[in-house]
């Protein structure tokens, strides 16, 4: 199995601030990394896929690169709303595996 | 509008099985195949398996291979998670989620379903 490593596991930010969440790949996996956001007692919400495409609907200040094994996203100006856990995933093989996540907590 | 919605709470005993239900609506449900995740109390997301709706054809993680099965009624557009043998470390929030045709990742999720294993 592909195993994903985020880091950090949290992260205290401030609203305006440029955040980054790296994710890494136990092996290549070309460009099939997946970011979702999910908030406490609700579903995942797919913010990008195929490494840097944005999701319809997701606001511009989301922004995800990489290839191979090394991934990021970046959120260019934190929101109050973007304080949530952040997770990667790969889908190149199954199991779809899943980083362990990333808490964005405000500071 | 595409929307996913999973059956309610379920309280099981150990050794019992456990059937989800996952109503999708808004979009062809033969078309895109269905994931199953789930996320135990506190911890991160664990991928099960998939589901072609259209095939039947499944594909489960090697974890769940045996405990597992995945179904679907097209005439419905229903797809089932069974999980068996449950232990008390299966106790989890169980969601369904819609494959994007592009890369694979997971587009529309429902809302989750709470399965609590408990003597």
């Known amino acids: 199995d592909i195993q994903m490593t985020q880091s950090p596991s949290s992260l205290s930010a401030s609203v305006g601030d440029r955040v980054t969440i790296t994710c890494r790949a136990s092996?290549?996996?070309?460009?099939?990394l997946n970011w979702y956001q999910q908030k406490p007692g609700k579903a995942p919400k797919l913010l990008i896929y195929t490494a840097s495409s944005l999701q319809s609907g997701v606001p511009s200040r989301f922004s995800g690169s990489g290839s191979g094994t090394d991934f990021t996203l970046t959120i260019s100006s934190l929101q109050p709303e973007d304080f949530a856990t952040y997770y990667c995933q790969q889908s190149y093989s199954t199991p779809h595996t899943f980083g362990q996540g990333t808490k964005l907590e405000i500071k | 509008q595409v929307q996913l919605v999973q059956s309610g709470a379920e309280v099981k005993k150990p050794g019992a099985s456990v059937k989800v239900s996952c109503k999708a609506s808004g979009y062809t449900f033969s078309t895109y195949y269905m994931h199953w995740v789930r996320q135990a109390p506190g911890q991160g997301l664990e991928w099960m398996g998939w589901i072609n709706p259209n095939s039947g054809g499944t594909n489960y993680a090697q974890k769940f291979q045996g405990r597992v099965t995945m179904t679907r009624d097209t005439s419905i557009s229903t797809a089932y998670m069974d999980l068996s043998r449950l232990r008390s470390d299966d106790t989890a929030v169980y969601f369904c989620a819609r494959e994007y045709s592009s890369g694979w990742s997971l587009d529309y999720w429902g809302q989750g379903t709470l399965v609590t294993v408990s003597s």
């Open positions: 092996q290549s996996i070309s460009s099939y």
